[in-house]
């Protein structure tokens, strides 16, 4: 799936792209839609511009979705129909219990102090 800027700016925003294949990271992938105009990805800094299967992370980006280096602990959520900041407080037992799950980790004891500061 392509991000509606990568689309308009990269495909001109021609709709036929719909279907086609595109090779990303020698990886032939087929275009199956695009993004809303003004969803961005769930990074801030970064637009994303392909949207890939998460089972493929590997593959295309070399990120282990069980390494915690590559994939770190997040939460993401959309709920229709709710405030940002009502999904958020609603979600936020089950992210910090995550993160109380993550320092208990055998990988945390080798964190820096202004890794575990921040975490």
Do not use: C
């Not at 511009?49 to 280096?69: F, H, N, V």
């Not at 959309?78 to 219990?97: D, E, K, N, V």
């Amino acid at each position: 799936m392509l991000g509606y800027d990568h689309w308009k700016t990269r495909f001109a925003g021609d709709p036929s792209i719909i279907g086609r294949e595109i090779l990303v990271n020698d990886h032939k992938l087929t275009i199956v839609g695009v993004a809303q105009p003004g969803f961005q990805g769930t990074e801030r800094l970064f637009p994303t511009q392909i949207y890939i299967p998460i089972m493929m992370a590997k593959e295309i980006e070399g990120k282990r979705l069980d390494d915690r280096a590559t994939a770190g602990p997040g939460l993401r959520a959309q709920a229709p129909g709710r405030l940002p900041r009502t999904t958020r407080a609603s979600l936020q037992p089950i992210f910090h219990s995550i993160l109380a799950w993550e320092v208990l980790q055998k990988e945390f004891s080798r964190a820096s102090a202004y890794s575990r500061s921040s975490f």
